[in-house]
T-cell receptor, first 111, second 112 residues
Framework: DAKTTQPNSMESNEEEPVHLPCNHS???????IHWYRQLPSQGPEYVIH???SNVNNRMASLAIAEDRKSSTLILHRATLRDAAVYYC????????????FGKGTHLIIQP | SQTIHQWPATLVQPVGSPLSLECTVE??????LYWYRQAAGRGLQLLFY??????ISSEVPQNLSASRPQDRQFILSSKKLLLSDSGFYLC???????????FGSGTRLTVV
């Protein structure tokens, strides 16, 4: 799987938007961009995924650069429950042979 | 609805003892099943995955093995645990047409 680069940690204030960046300069044309998050002592949770176009769901939005070499996960209004490690992962859709998790971004939400 | 069960939640085992962790999925058929491990302070590492009964792919050579005796059952085993086997073990599943993986609640294994 192609590699992604994320900041180790980010801080944000409660009720403000959060933009989590991810660089993936070696992405291939068939790679989907997946985002998962992991709360302390829990398994990862699927957040969103996309290929070329921006995507929205009830949890977040995914903004994908035109050249697909970077993407941004957007939490529109952060709550304390959004404090987690966020992973940006590249894989063929669904990743049937498993996903490769990096170290992710530790998101800290200040009240 | 689809659910994934993983047990036990925590386990403390002595070095050299055997291990058996079980994962079952309900509400679906023929899922892809996965075992991941997360060592303390580190990322998730894919250990095994299975696309069907009796079909196991190993990602990392180690002291562990996996089996899939039934369509919705995935078992992680070891004959003799090592201290380095300590970690947070997670089972996950996915199926065609589904957006993302669903992970179990995990088993925290401490080998002493």
């Amino acid at each position: 799987d192609a590699k992604t680069t994320q900041p180790n940690s980010m801080e944000s204030n409660e009720e403000e938007p959060v933009h989590l960046p991810c660089n993936h300069s070696t992405i291939s044309g068939t790679d989907y961009i997946h985002w998962y998050r992991q709360l302390p002592s829990q398994g990862p949770e699927y957040v969103i995924h996309g290929l070329t176009s921006n995507v929205n769901n009830r949890m977040a939005s995914l903004a994908i650069a035109e050249d697909r070499k970077s993407s941004t996960l957007i939490l529109h209004r952060a709550t304390l429950r959004d404090a987690a490690v966020y992973y940006c992962i590249l894989s063929l859709r669904g990743g049937a042979d498993g996903l490769t998790f990096g170290k992710g971004t530790h998101l800290i939400i200040q009240p | 609805s689809q659910t994934i069960h993983q047990w036990p939640a925590t386990l403390v085992q002595p070095v050299g003892s055997p291990l058996s962790l079980e994962c079952t999925v309900e509400g679906t058929s023929n899922p892809n099943l996965y075992w991941y491990r997360q060592a303390a302070g580190r990322g998730l590492q894919l250990l095994f995955y299975s696309i069907g009964i009796g079909q196991i792919s190993s990602e990392v050579p180690q002291n562990l093995s996996a089996s899939r005796p039934q369509d919705r059952q995935f078992i992680l085993s070891s004959k003799k645990l090592l201290l380095s086997d300590s970690g947070f073990y997670l089972c996950a599943w996915i199926q065609g047409g589904k957006d993302g993986y669903t992970f179990g609640s995990g088993t925290r294994l401490t080998v002493v």
